[in-house]
């Protein structure tokens, strides 16, 4: 199969995704052509965008501010989970200062980031 070779014919592709979309459900049969037609394109998409536009792993700020969110913590309450005081939370979320090792590890395991995001590597 032929991999997508440009932004245009990625567009293209997408825009034909879209039309797939509208006709292609949940009860259409897997040996459908529109059905076929879609599963192809979207592997094509797929591979375009890894090779093109990879998604980064987010910074430590972005996915402790994600965790906030998910869970409704605000600034004073993460400072009380984390054991340090609110203006050393703001620090670490405005990237003014980076958490110690020991901090660093309370924060991957009380808001499940993974090491690597917090460690930065």
Known sequence: MRN???KKEYQAVCDRIEELL?????????NDNNFIELDLLSD???????QHEPIELPTLVEAMK?????RGLNQKRLSELLGVSTSRVSEYLTGKSEPPLKTARDISRKLD???TIVLGV
Do not use: G
Not at 22 to 30: F, G, I, K, L, Y
Not at 66 to 70: D, Q, T, V, W
């Open 113 to 115: 980031i993974d090491p």
């Open 22 to 30: 509208a006709v292609v459900t949940n009860e259409t049969p897997s």
């Open 66 to 70: 994600l965790r906030m969110y998910e």
């Open 4 to 6: 997508i070779q440009s």
């Open 44 to 50: 094509m998409v797929a591979d375009y965008e890894e």
